[in-house]
């Protein structure tokens, strides 16, 4: 019987087969190998003739399966080893590696641009930098030896973090802080290049009308979505790494939203003015729409999704972003991603239009994602397209604006922010913003409320986000700074004022 396969589909497992039988066997020869053992994985590697054995062993059809490794000594090059050394990360107990001997080359050129450009953090070593914050592990260094960048890797997670081992047993208790979630990122990183089917990654359609989504957390959407049961803390974490983005959208938007008035809710008086007005047009009444001449209706306009500054959101694989209708099935979406690296590593997929009179700003149109969602990219700043009028006139019923990690208060950012803002307070839209912390938040609201004159209204008060990413991401440039996507979420827009009569009976 053939054994079980569960990373390669059997369709074609068995066109391998198929092929392997059809060619003539190669001639055996009588080797003797030798096995060693890797220490820091505890498992057994094989010489180069061995692993070409093995390879062959897997492809000879159900016959070979059953023979034994040293009998066979089939020697196939160079090419055929690199082919099974990138077999071993398929199975998911021997995901750890060091970057520096990752079967992976990805992982080894990350590992040695770590290496080129995060420095030791001992405390010995002088700061490279300002702190950015209280918590900032540049600030604990208070020595006088001269900066110098890591070259140590640490057994436990693999990563360079150290400039010697030395320093690393020194200063071990502050890096155990950190040394579990940077193992969890190391093998969640070759997991991904693993070469595995990934069932995270297959998402559902439209639910049926009278199955009803539940946003109290990851768990119960995607049950209720019927998305494929995660059974693993790490599928989970890499299906929440790119889901976290339309779904915090829809989270704060839906008219199921964990985020309420209600105590605990975070949702503000005027939080809930903005918000009812976009979920008025995100849940419409039935209509009586139809496909004859007799269920013709009017349809109203898409809700335009204003993304400022946006990076890595822009190019996320479109059936993700899909999501979002699938929470909202009788509404119709623009998303506009605006920023100087909305296209960023995108030209050959979309190569950048020329600026003519007809599209002054060179804007890629993605039409027809689906029926519902139309997706258009501007790589340009948003307060040049504001001051061209370019999309007014702004609606509350209509529009608002996703600003993901922004860094407004941010030293290396604010000076981006400075025109951009004010342009977002004037169209009184609500804008939802995502953080890393609670102390990067409450800095933007600082810098908002600081360069705007307090022109600021509250819309949800800044707090954890029940949709953030599950998985842990690393800062090549600093070890120590691990985050995770859209941790924390707020909104805010320009404040209103509102105007009374004066009653002239006195």
């Keep these: 019987m053939r054994p079980p396969t569960p990373y390669t589909c059997h369709r074609c497992l068995n066109t391998v087969v198929k092929s392997s039988r059809a060619t003539p066997a190669p001639r055996v020869l009588s080797t003797q190998f030798a096995l060693r053992r890797d220490i820091s994985t505890g498992r057994k590697n094989v010489s180069s003739t061995t692993s070409s054995t093995m390879a062959d062993a897997r492809i000879s059809g159900p016959a070979a399966d059953r023979r034994s490794a040293s009998s066979l000594g089939y020697a196939r090059g160079a090419q055929q080893e690199d082919a099974d050394n990138s077999r071993s990360l398929l199975q998911p107990n021997n995901l750890f590696h060091p970057l520096s001997i990752s079967p992976s080359p990805d992982m080894r050129k990350r590992g040695k641009f770590i290496k080129q450009n995060a420095y030791c953090p001992h405390p010995d070593h002088r700061q490279t930098r300002m702190p950015m914050n209280p918590n900032d592990p540049e600030a604990r260094k208070t020595g006088v030896v001269p900066p110098k960048h890591v070259g140590f890797e640490c057994p436990d997670c693999g990563i360079p973090v150290s400039c010697s081992e030395e320093h690393w047993a020194d200063d071990y208790e502050a890096h155990l802080e950190i040394c579990d979630a940077l193992r969890e990122i190391n093998e969640d990183d070759h997991d991904l290049r693993s070469g595995r089917f990934f069932p995270e990654f297959e998402y559902p359609g439209e639910n049926i009308e009278e199955a009803m989504v539940n946003m109290t957390n990851w768990d119960t959407f995607l049950f209720s979505r019927e998305f494929e049961a995660l059974n693993t803390e790490r599928s989970l974490r890499q299906a929440t790494r790119l889901l976290t983005y339309p779904v915090t959208i829809g989270s704060v938007l839906h008219e199921l939203s964990p985020y309420n008035i209600k105590k605990g809710g975070r949702l503000t008086v005027e939080g809930l003015k903005s918000l009812s ?51 909202f099935p009788r509404a119709t979406f623009h998303l506009i991603f605006i920023g100087p690296e909305s296209m960023l590593n995108r030209d050959n997929e979309f190569p950048l239009p020329d600026r003519t009179p007809s599209n002054p700003f060179g804007a890629t149109v993605e039409d027809r994602v689906t029926s519902g969602m139309k997706i258009s990219t501007f790589v340009e700043y948003y307060h040049t397209l504001h001051e061209a009028g370019q999309f007014y006139p702004y609606d509350p019923y ?93 909104a805010f827009r320009g404040k209103r004022y509102e105007t009374t009569k004066k009653d002239s009976k006195t």
């Excluded at 007799?294 to 204003?306: H, S």
């Excluded at 998985?471 to 996507?485: A, M, T």
């Design 398 to 490: 209509f529009d608002c604006f996703v600003c993901f990690h922004p860094g407004f208060g941010h030293p290396a950012s604010s000076h981006e922010w400075s025109q951009t803002v004010p342009k977002l307070l004037e169209t009184k839209v609500p804008v939802i913003v995502t953080g890393y912390t609670q102390y990067d938040m409450q800095r933007d609201i600082d810098w908002i409320k600081e360069t705007n004159g307090g022109e600021m209204d509250i819309l949800m008060e800044p707090g954890e986000n029940k949709f953030r990413s599950m998985r842990w991401d690393l800062n090549d440039f600093d070890p120590q700074d691990i985050s995770c996507g859209n941790w924390g979420v707020w």
């Design 277 to 327: 007005a976009l979920r008025y047009t995100l849940h419409p009444a039935k209509s009586g729409a139809g496909m004859g001449i007799k269920g013709l209706r009017p349809n109203p306009p898409p809700v335009r999704l204003f993304i400022l500054g946006a990076r890595a959101e822009s190019s996320l694989p479109r059936s993700v972003w899909v999501q979002l209708t699938h929470l």
